[in-house]
């Protein structure tokens, strides 16, 4: 694997399978989560929560939680009041977008299962929690509304008050845009010459199970305000924090200590860390609020739950002419840090790799008595990305392909890049023929398709599937100037300092702040090979908004290509003051001075200085050059000026059991590229843990309610979460186009495994059974949906049994009405 970019004459360790510094001290526990922190006089926090989806709170009885042993103060959101300010939405995706205001803990109302309706303060959490048991509510029910379907055709209510569950329609159109032409044209063709293709899809409802459970601590005490908490988001929370509350930023310390995993679901502002915020400040005192697991998984925010529409329009010979998207997404009961703008970001993707002419993207959010939703893994990406690569694995069927070759037939040739897609962003670099070329020897694709025939033609009970993914994504959530015409809230540059101590050694600081990816061990290569110094002697401090006072924090694939490019420019500013410095000590002119591998050396000579050297030259400050500052220290901030585009070409086997219904992974090769690869071990763990996820969507996990608006799936028990056992070796591998958009020529690789494996599994899963005549199997593919769409029981989920997929909806209004199947495309 080679790259052409600018990269340091000696690049040492980049490209290293160096072992992550932070190991260590995470897996023998000898680090400092959240609710380790104990501080003197520290009170403990448990919420009262409802148990209802939608009811009105009709009186809260406090006294026998008071009278418990040491509980200091019971409150409620009338208790409260103002004080405990109000949970902000950053990205209303419409002008009028209809947002509810969100109160951290709500006077009158409950709005889903698992809001809070008190909190107790005690000296101890058990305490805390036993007199939580104590409060006396009373509620009055109202109807729920909880199907997202009738949700979105407002047969009930969320908010009664707002008179609608429609929040905000989204909608993009080539045509209007001026990136390609009509949708409805590219679909009459296809009707009278070619076929048309249409689905529905569901993406359940999914639980981001971060390992660590949310905690916060406040301090009051002190000169400022600190809030430790098990974030992604220590500076958009301080933000969010300081605008809500009136308290000053300069007053607000938030510090984000090692957090054990997070996958979106820490990237939200949440009413816990709120109220734990008004209710330190409050009493004078610290307070911590530590979740248990129950809570975490009822109500930290859910991620996926769409339902998408889908409308492929292509020739008789595979060339595919447009697609149209027509989506319903399930806000929850409030759109919450970035929710609504999650759907917006898959609207870029539908189109993937592929260059056909025409499309259409229509999106309705929508409020439902449920717990909100936001950013999961992909967030937005992976929903798109399955929604494509299954409409072109029905397509290959329809007109009886490779779906290989018609992937191959429609995708973006690499010397076609850089490329405008019919989604308006610009691909800048990738090889979709080099990723897939090498996936598929690994695969052994011939052989096993040859395998597949075997078993289908002696009929064998266990049956062979083969799915295809050859997925992109953007990531990296920059430019600014981009998100700001999406109306985001914030921008997307990412800030970086870097130090040169005394003693030669380097302190760097980034605003990304990582939770388990791995950032000192990655960044501190970066630096190393900029600075030409030791691995060992770079050390990242990330985390804490009083030492990174700038950033924007990690999610989106984008610590590396945005915070480790502010690095690199951060590193570079070094060793430009360090040159006139070097050539004043070393009696040379500025032009004659070099640096390589970490020393300044006057061209044509021996004669030389270490950057360490200069550092402790510039910190006695006894000689330097007249005018200059006595400091190398440097910072920058970086926006990019694109997006960037991992790609890859992921192949799955999966036997079906036609009998029971039971599927079992086979086989899983994934070649991914993510250009300039930096540390290939910790991109392993990334790639290898996204697609645990990603399968886990497919195979295993959904949030599940019942009628009554409660979490059913609400334990480890319920929700299969899968384990090492549920796993297999996937067999991963690189190709690499480096990124143009910044000068590692890196690219994301954070939710690239989640993003592709979706897809590539229930391909395969279905591909087993397709000649049976099934031609969807609703997610998770557990063995009672296989059997059912084995058994003519239609897909074997939701849909089915509201009549095989019949019934669909009308984003722009809501309305469910009925599927025009009079098209080429096969039947539901
Ligand atoms: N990397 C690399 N070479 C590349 C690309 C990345 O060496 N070409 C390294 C990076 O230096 C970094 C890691 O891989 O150490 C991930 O980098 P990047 O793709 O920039 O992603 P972020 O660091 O921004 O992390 C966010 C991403 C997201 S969005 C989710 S969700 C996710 C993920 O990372 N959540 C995770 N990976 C996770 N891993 C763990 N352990 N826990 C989570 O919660």
Not at 162 to 186: R, Y
Not at 388 to 408: G, H, K, V, Y
Not at 677 to 694: A, D, E, Y
Not at 705 to 716: I, K, Q
Request: with cysteine; aromatic share 6%.
């Amino acid at each position: 694997m080679t790259t052409t970019q600018d990269r340091p004459a000696v690049a040492k360790e980049i490209g290293q399978e160096r072992r992550r510094k932070e190991d260590q001290r995470l897996i023998t526990g000898r680090t400092r989560w959240t609710d380790n922190i104990v501080l003197p006089g520290m009170l403990h926090m448990a919420m009262v929560r409802s148990p209802f989806a939608h009811a009105k709170i009709t009186s809260i009885d406090k006294s026998a939680a008071e009278a418990s042993p040491n509980v200091v103060s019971v409150l409620t959101g009338a208790d409260l009041g103002e004080s405990q300010g109000v949970l902000i939405n950053a990205w209303a995706i419409t002008t009028d977008q209809v947002t509810p205001t969100h109160l951290p803990c709500p006077i009158d109302k409950v709005s889903f299962a698992g809001e809070i309706v008190a909190v107790v303060v005690a000296r101890t959490q058990a305490e805390a929690r036993d007199a939580a048991e104590l409060v006396d509510v009373e509620y009055e029910e109202l109807p729920a509304a909880l199907d997202l379907k009738k949700s979105a055709n407002d047969e009930v209510l969320a908010h009664p008050d707002l008179g609608t569950n429609k929040s905000a329609f989204w909608k993009f159109d080539s045509l209007e845009a001026g990136t390609g032409s009509s949708i409805d044209e590219a679909i009459e063709k296809a009707r009278t010459d070619g076929v048309v293709i249409e689905r529905e899809y569901r993406q359940q409802r999914l639980i981001p199970a971060f390992m660590e459970p949310r905690s916060t601590v406040v301090d009051p005490t002190g000169e400022q305000i600190t809030m430790w908490s098990a974030t992604q988001v220590p500076h958009i929370l301080r933000f969010a924090l300081a605008a809500t509350t009136g308290v000053s930023e300069s007053k607000i310390r938030v510090i984000a200590p090692d957090v054990g995993g997070g996958f979106g679901g820490k990237l939200q502002t949440t009413p816990e860390e709120w109220l734990t915020f008004a209710i330190a400040n409050r009493l004078g005192k610290p307070v911590k609020f530590t979740e248990t697991r129950s809570e975490s998984l009822m109500v930290a925010h859910h991620g996926r739950d769409q339902w998408q529409k889908l409308t492929l329009a292509a020739d008789k010979e595979g060339n595919v002419l447009g697609l149209k998207v027509d989506l319903l997404a399930d806000l929850g009961a409030y759109v919450s840090l970035v929710g609504g703008g999650v759907p917006v970001l898959g609207a870029f993707m539908f189109n993937a790799i592929y260059k056909f002419p025409a499309y259409q993207f229509n999106c309705q959010t929508v409020l439902t008595n449920k717990t909100w939703t936001d950013a999961y893994r992909g967030a937005g990406r992976p929903e798109a990305t399955f929604g494509i690569e299954r409409m072109m694995s029905e397509l290959a069927a329809e007109l009886d392909m490779d779906p290989l070759e018609l992937r191959e037939k429609n995708w973006i040739k690499h010397e076609e890049f850089p490329f405008t897609t019919v989604a308006g962003l610009e691909y800048d670099t990738g090889n979709y023929e080099a990723a897939t070329a090498l996936a598929r020897e690994m695969f052994g694709y011939d052989d096993l398709r040859a395998e597949q025939k075997r078993r289908r033609d002696a009929g064998d009970k266990v049956q062979l599937g083969i799915g295809i993914s050859t997925f992109t994504e953007m990531c990296g959530l920059a430019p600014s100037r981009v998100l700001g015409q999406l109306n985001y809230g914030a921008g997307g540059w990412e800030h970086a300092s870097v130090r040169m101590l005394a003693t030669g050694k380097v302190e760097v600081v980034t605003g990304a702040s990582a939770h388990g990816q791995g950032h000192e061990t990655a960044f501190s290569q970066i630096v190393a090979d900029r600075l030409g110094v030791a691995f060992d002697d770079v050390e990242v401090l990330h985390g804490d908004t009083q030492i990174a006072h700038k950033g924007l924090d990690t999610y989106g694939s984008r610590s590396l290509v945005v915070g480790g490019e502010a690095l690199v420019k951060a590193a570079d500013k070094v060793v430009e003051k360090a040159k006139p410095v070097a050539a004043h000590l070393l009696e040379a002119s500025v032009d004659d001075i070099e640096f390589e591998g970490g020393r300044f050396t006057v061209r044509g000579t021996d004669q030389g200085l270490a950057i360490g050297e200069i550092a402790a030259a510039m910190f006695s400050a006894h000689d330097y050059p007249e005018g200059m500052e006595p400091s190398l220290d440097s910072e920058a901030t970086f926006d990019p000026v694109n997006f960037n585009y991992p790609h890859g070409t992921h192949l799955c086997a999966m036997e079906v059991d036609t009998e029971t219904g039971a599927v079992k992974m086979r086989k899983y090769v994934c070649v991914d590229d993510i250009g300039t690869v930096i540390n290939p071990l910790i991109v392993s763990g990334q790639i290898h843990g996204g697609l645990v996820q990603g399968i886990a969507q497919a195979l295993w996990e959904e949030a599940v309610y019942d009628d009554a608006g409660t979490l059913v799936s609400g334990s480890f028990v319920d929700y299969l979460l899968p384990t090492a056992a549920d796993t297999m070796n996937y067999e991963i591998d690189h190709t690499s186009t480096p990124s143009i958009t910044n000068t590692l020529g890196t690219k994301g690789v954070g939710e690239a495994g989640t993003i592709a494996s979706t897809p590539a599994v229930v391909n395969a899963v279905v591909d087993a059974v397709r000649h049976l005549g099934v031609n969807d199997i609703q997610m998770p593919c557990t063995p009672e949906r296989v059997w059912k769409a084995v058994n003519g029981v239609g897909a074997g989920g939701e849909a089915s049994t509201e009549g095989a997929a019949a019934a669909h909806f009308d984003p722009a209004t809501g309305m469910e009405g009925t599927t025009d199947r009079t098209t080429g495309g096969t039947q539901a």
